[in-house]
């Protein structure tokens, strides 16, 4: 059995300015952004966007995640908290971020990119959906780092089971690693291949859907479900319930690309 580091969530600190994990591991995530869709572009020229593109994308995507997610935490998962001390919202440094917040608020801001640009949605979201996983898995690592997102309750006999101190000291799921590992480097492995040539429009971002839906929803069962406004639910959690039209969207998009 292992037991949490409980790690120092600053990261470095220059006298009154203090770098946070969480925040780093966003910053690591949008350098991962540039420096991996860049890359593609040059070995994947099909999807006709630039190096500038990029660049706007990412500043893009930024204020849809960040809006998004916090906005995200806050509606679907601790409403009466924040709502009791709304100052609170604005503390992002101290975690708490809601991955179906921040993707509907990157969904926003792509199509107002894509618009502007004159470029078909699906053209933009099948480009960068690859590199979206790297972002997820890096989060998942500050999660982990801030000791949040504990796991279910373990067997003392599975030898990493880790003891979350600040929680409890009953052992548990590192459930932040098992998602770091499969909405991360799986998924990103599997769009990595699955778009190493060109697909019909739309299919690229299905299995995005498809890849992270089945991820979080398996994740969830070893992860200590959230309160959330439907509650605290150990059949189906509100990560699960918020995963569910991703996948039904995912597989119709999914069916009706291989159709046409």
Same mark, same amino acid.
């Given at each position: 059995?292992?037991?949490?580091p409980q790690f120092d969530p600053v990261a470095v600190s220059f006298g009154p300015l203090a770098i946070r994990w969480y925040g780093l591991m966003? /910053? /690591? ?28 994308? &990412? ?11 916090? %906005? ?18 604005? $503390? ?21 990119? $894509? ?11 099948? #480009? ?29 006999? %599975?030898?990493?089971a880790m003891i979350f101190p600040h929680v409890d000291g009953l052992p548990r799921h590192p459930s932040q690693l098992y998602q770091a590992f499969?909405?991360?480097? &799986? ?44 509650g605290h639910s150990y059949v189906v959690s509100m990560g699960q319930w918020l995963s569910l039209p991703m996948l039904v969207v995912g597989l119709?998009? #999914? ?6």
């Amino acid at each position: 059995m292992l037991i949490h580091p409980q790690f120092d969530p600053v990261a470095v600190s220059f006298g009154p300015l203090a770098i946070r994990w969480y925040g780093l591991m966003y /910053l /690591l995530a949008f350098i991962a952004f540039l420096v991996f869709g860049k890359r593609r572009l040059r070995k994947q020229p099909w999807h006709g966007l630039s190096d500038k593109d990029v660049d706007d994308l &990412l500043f893009y995507g930024v204020l849809g995640v960040i809006i998004g997610g916090r %906005l995200g935490q806050v509606l679907f998962y601790e409403p009466a908290y924040y709502f009791s001390q709304p100052w609170e919202i604005l $503390a992002i440094w101290k975690g708490g971020m809601s991955f179906h917040g921040g993707f509907l608020g990157v969904l926003v801001a792509v199509a107002w990119f $894509a618009h502007r640009r004159g470029l078909s949605f699906w053209q933009v979201t099948d #480009f960068g959906a690859p590199l979206v996983p790297i972002g997820l898995g890096l989060g998942r690592i500050g999660n982990f780092i801030n000791g949040e997102l504990w796991g279910r309750i373990a067997s003392p006999d %599975l030898p990493w089971a880790m003891i979350f101190p600040h929680v409890d000291g009953l052992p548990r799921h590192p459930s932040q690693l098992y998602q770091a590992f499969a909405e991360g480097l &799986l998924l990103w492995a599997l769009l990595v291949w699955f778009s190493a040539k060109p697909r019909p429009r739309g299919q690229v971002s299905a299995l995005f859907l498809i890849g992270y839906g089945l991820a979080r929803w398996c994740g969830e069962y070893f992860r200590e479900p959230d309160q959330g406004i439907f509650g605290h639910s150990y059949v189906v959690s509100m990560g699960q319930w918020l995963s569910l039209p991703m996948l039904v969207v995912g597989l119709y998009l #999914f069916v009706r690309g291989r159709k046409t």
